[in-house]
Structures are given as structure tokens and as C-alpha cells.
């Protein structure tokens, strides 16, 4: 422990010799502007309504927006709903206004209107006399038509509530609701604490296969594979259709018994089901983060329950997409293993013609036309225009998300966005037409804003109605960097790539004073940091730091070569690339030499903790959540073991065997390799449930620092996994960072 306990540490900063600096050193001032920053709410869902003709000829529709925002107050990320009148003629907007205040959604853990706007399904969480149930309630109007308690009625385990398999859709004809929930487990009683009957076993048999529901003996126990982080608890799901007239459950059968399936929705006509089905033998691999996984497209006829394969076998796929004249399905597809993320390609299947083509294919290199590949995790939950034609998606290209078109009997690409100068733009739903998407910029919250898409080949006409705006921080300034690595950094397989940066300053600086920075590489490591508002950053910045994010090789958005450069890399290229992205910052002159910290997260805290090893003297404070610190002592307890064989550079099959050759490696490759050079002061914060990188990680390192003396503290959240995003530790991991920075920079 660094500090005395009994003073407050904020009194203990405020001590601090005072160095001609204008950060804000305050922890009370601090928080406050923390919780000043925490009002901006973030955009997670949009629907556009049927379309209504108004008495006078004029047409309009409702369009309905969730947002989610932190509480401080109440320790709890609420989510509220606002509503939205659109008038509008065949092609633009006329008129739009919220229409109602916001209202909080408390309890809804999923809900969807039907095709024609009459009904609505809703699952809803809530506990009664302490008991967790779960409740699917049918509203017609302006009523509640139905409510099955689906906890009693035990025909399947909790219904899934997440991106990855999750999904709530009516049936073409309004008649019948799909989900997918946790398969039903046995009910289990141990051999010795039952009921005693006095029976002989044989006697017991007779009359336990006599009850309803059998209950199975010894089987208490039984280790239940889940899907890893952020997915604990989902094993096994099936897919469940509601026939809402007879208030009637069925579990679907006909699915492969090697297959999970997910993302599921109605075939034309209701005949069947399309799913994603995930294989999950031999064992079952964390998803979270890895589009890699072998999966493919299904379908299973309703009447005969045949299950046909309708994509490849040997893919991972995700985000299928009917298209509005119910022919054809999009969907991405990428290669099995190997990067986590990788560049997708966009693929159609042909619903009566049973054809499947790549509209568009991996992109290697950026094109002239600046297009990099598309990379999008999930598409928005309609992306069609309503000519069935073309397919909208937001999509990072380099460190900038942009809105794109991609025409599918071409498979030419165009951007609605990039000639805009704002940041980053979000596709939150489209329908008619009409697109729903939200903007925002390192210095500029979340806006909200409607319009049509325009004709193909008029692009560029494209012109947006702001429902909700945001002002630009007027003390904040960003701007993107590139950088070309020298010829000896050059990577001999892939040569000539580059990467960026986004550095953001405070706007005003005293003249004569010099910047303090504060570097951060993204985790992943194949992720990247776009242009876009982050409340953490935004804080910095107004309290008077700068900030690099670094998009190092490696990162999405630059090319299928970019990302392939890394693996094997890990620990020196991307460690250098981040050097000398701040090494060409630093000779800007703004900032100062000797107040620098380096703060990351996963593989952004091992990149952190390589850079304070690889640089002794160069970073002066170092914070580090979830870092990978020692690959070849995670590799048997991550929930992704493929990523350490990847990313020390080897192929990973279920069956490998570890070679002492290949641990040496990752041991070579890890930041525990460096930890004897280390002087920088090292913050930890680790969360106790997380499958990631478990956190024995963070105190194998935290040991080797005590033993060396160099100063460490260790921040323990439990109840938290890899993102650290409960809000109360998402808050105090932030106070803790900001307070460690000061203190070790002698601000
Ligand atoms: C075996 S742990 C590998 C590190 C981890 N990668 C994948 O999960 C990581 O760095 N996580 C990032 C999260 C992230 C990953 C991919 C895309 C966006 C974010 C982190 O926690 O920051």
C-alpha cells in the first residue's frame, strides 16, 4: 500500500509539491466533473414505426429510441426511452419533434413490436419474494393481452438477453413469438438427502419414473461448459417458439445435437426457422470478442423439423439479414481461428435460388477509393433499403466509423459519411428508408439524427434532421495522426503497412507550459479506437491532460494484412509502433518529456506493462486493468486459449500439445519477461470474475513487482468480469487512475 490509511487521499495529493501545471489535482473537483460528464447518455436502440396517414394526406411515423446513461447516484446504468414524430414525403424529412418526455425501463430485459406496429412482446425480470422469475408478456394496443410465467412453466432454462445468441422476433403472420433460452436441466437430488422412502432402490426406480417430472440422483454436480466471458451460465441454448393464441411453448427438436444455435428468425412464410449455429465440440471456446468460431447458417423446416446447412462448413458467420422482399440473406463471414477480429465478407444467399455469392470479399489493402474492408461485428437489426437492392452498415475505416452503402448486385461500396467532418457514425436502424443513426466525436457527446437514404448514384446528397443535439466541448481539441514505421521496424511478411493515432489536448494552453500525456493503446489486439466520444478521455482531457490513443498495426480497419502482420509479433511490433507514435508527439513541443503515463486495458494493460519493462525510464506512472501479463501461464485457464497460440504465432487446434518450445515463446513474448527492468509505479485493477484474463494474471506480475520494490497497488472488484463496466467500478477505477497519474507525475 502506497499511501497512510488514514488520510483522505484526495488531502494527501492536494500536499503535493505544486509544479507549474494546470491539471486539476482536486479529487472532489475531479468527481465532479466526472459526474458532469456522466449526463450524456448513449444511443442503444432505434425503431421506426409503421407508416400512419394523417386526416390531412400528410405521412408520418414514430420513431422510437433507447438510450442508456450511468447513475452514479443509484450505482446502476438506467435505460431509458424517448419517442420521435417524423413527418415526412417520399423521400425527406418535413417535420420531426420528440414526442413525450423519457420515460426509465425498469425490468425489460427484451422487447419488440410486431411487423404491423398492433402488438408488442416484452420479456420482463422481477423478483418475488426473492426469487429471480421471468415473465413474456404479449400488449395489444393498450393492454396487456397475455403474461406467461416462464419460470413456472419450466419448459426451458432462462431466456437469453444478449448480442450474441439472443433474439426476440414475430412470426411473419403475428401469430407466433421465437427466443432462444438455456435448454431445461434435470432436476437433481443427491443419493442420501431425498425424501427417505425406506424403499428398496430397485422399488424407488418403479416409483421415481412414476412422477412427472423425473428427477435425476447424483447429478448436483455436474460441470456445465458456458461459453466464457460475459456468457456464463449459457450452455446449451435451444430454440423456443411461442404459438400466442394457445399461450403454447415449443422447444424446438431437429437441431444438430453438435450445434448451438442463435440469432434466429423467421423463413419466408413462416415455413422454418434461419439460425446461426455455433459447433461446440470437442469443447465450447469463449465468444465474446471472437467472430472466429465455426459457425454456419441453418434452417429448419417447421412441419417435417428437417435442419439443412445453407452456409459454409468451415466459416464463422454472423448477423444474417432478410431482406425486405423476404429473397435473400446477408451475412458476414470470416475464417475460423486465427485473429480474433479479422476483416469480414459480406455474403448473400439466395433464398429460392439456393446460390450463394461474396458481395463483398476481404479487403488486403486499402483501395484507392480508400475503402479498407469491412469489419463491422454486428449488423444493425434491419440494413436493407427498401428496394431490397442495397445493404446499409456502420463500419470503422482506419480510426473512423463511417456510414456505408454497399450495392448487392455490384458489390460496389460508397460512403454516406466520410466526406462529413464530424467523427464517427453509428447505423442504429433503417426501414423505408429512413435511417436512424447517431454521430459523435472525441469532443462531442452522442447526437441523434434521422434521414433518408438517397437514391444510388446520389450519395452525396445526403442530408440528415438532428433530433437530438449535442454541443462540442469547447476546452477539448483531437486530431488523427499517421505513421509510417522506419525501414527497420518495416514487417518483412507485410511490408509498407502504416497505423494511426487520434491525440486529443486541452483547447486552452497556458503559454509557456508544457502538456502532460497520457498514452493508451486499445486492447484486443485486434480492435481499434475510432474516433467517437469516450467519457473517460473526454475527463482527461478537461482536467488537462492529453491523451494518444494509438491504432497500432494490427488494429481493424486498415486491411486483412494489417491485422495479419501482428500475430507472432505481439510484445515488439506493436510495442514499438506505440513508441514511436508517442516519440513523434512528443517532438510537437507542447508536452513534457518527463510527464508521461501509459494506461491500458487486456492486451492494451499488456502492451502497458511491455512499454514501462521495454522503456524503464520513459513512463512515470502505469495503470493496467486485466493485463495479459505471462501468455504461457494463461494459456490453460483463459476461456480463449487459441488467442495465446495465435498470438505467439503458432496454429491452434482442439488438440494441440503444448511443446516446451511454444511456451518458452509466449513466456519470451509476455511482459513478464521485462518485469526486472520496471520502475514506473504500477496501478492494478482487476475484476474477480473474469474468464478473460483471469486475474491471477494481474497478481503474478503484482508479486514480481513487490519482490522487486518497485511501488504497486492492486484494486480488486468483485462481481466485475473483463470490463470492468459495473458503474461503481468503472467510477472508482477511473478516480483511482486519474489520482495515480497526478501523484506519480508530481502534478
Ligand atoms: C486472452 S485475452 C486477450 C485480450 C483481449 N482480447 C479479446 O478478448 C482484450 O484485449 N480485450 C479487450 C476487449 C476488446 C477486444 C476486442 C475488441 C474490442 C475490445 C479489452 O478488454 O479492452
Redesign the pocket.
Known sequence: MMFSRRIPLHRLLSRCAVMDSKVLREAAEIAQLYRDQCRFPALCRADVGPVITSRYGGQYCNVYTEWTQRDLERNENVKFCRQYIVFHDDKSVVYSGPSGNCTEIKGELLSVDSPSGDMKAVLRESTIKGEDKQFLEIWHKNRKLKCLNLTTLSKHGKVYEDDQFGCMVWSHSETHLLYVAEKKRPKTESYFQGPETGLLADEEETIKTDKKEETVLGQQFEYYEDWG?ALVNKSSPVLCVLDIEGSNITVLEGIPANISPGQAFWAPNDTGLVFVGWWHEPFRL?L???ANRRSSLFYVDLASGKCEQLSSNSSAVCSPRLSPDLCRIVYMECGVFGP??QCNRLCMYDWYTKQTSVVVDVVQRAREDGFTGIYS?MLSPRCWSADSQRVLMSCAQRCRKDLLVVDTSTGEVTSLTSQSEEGSWNLLNIHRDLMVVSCSSPNCPPDLRVGFLPEKGSESKMSWVTLEETQPQADISWQTLNFSPPPEEDNSQYPGLDFNAILLKPKEMTAGSKLPLIVMP??????VLVSEWFLSTAVLCKMGFSVLLVNYRGS?GFGQDNILSLPGNIGTQDVKDVQLAVDSVLKQGDFDKQKIAVV???????LACHLIGQYPEFYKACVA??P?TNLAS?IGS???PD??MV?AGYEYNTDIHLEPAILEQMLNKSPIKHVSKVKTPVLLMLGEDDK??PSKQGIEYYRALKALQVPVRLLWYPGNN??LSKVDAESDGFMNTALWIIQHLSL
Do not use: A
Open positions: 466471458e469463449g465474446k470478442y471472437c480474433h477480429q461485428s486499445h486492447g484486443g489486439p485486434h480492435s481493424l491500458g486495458g487486456s492486451h492494451g494493460g499488456f486493468r486485466n495479459v494463461m483463459t476461456d480463449i488467442w495465446c498470438e478473460r484474463v473483463h470490463s
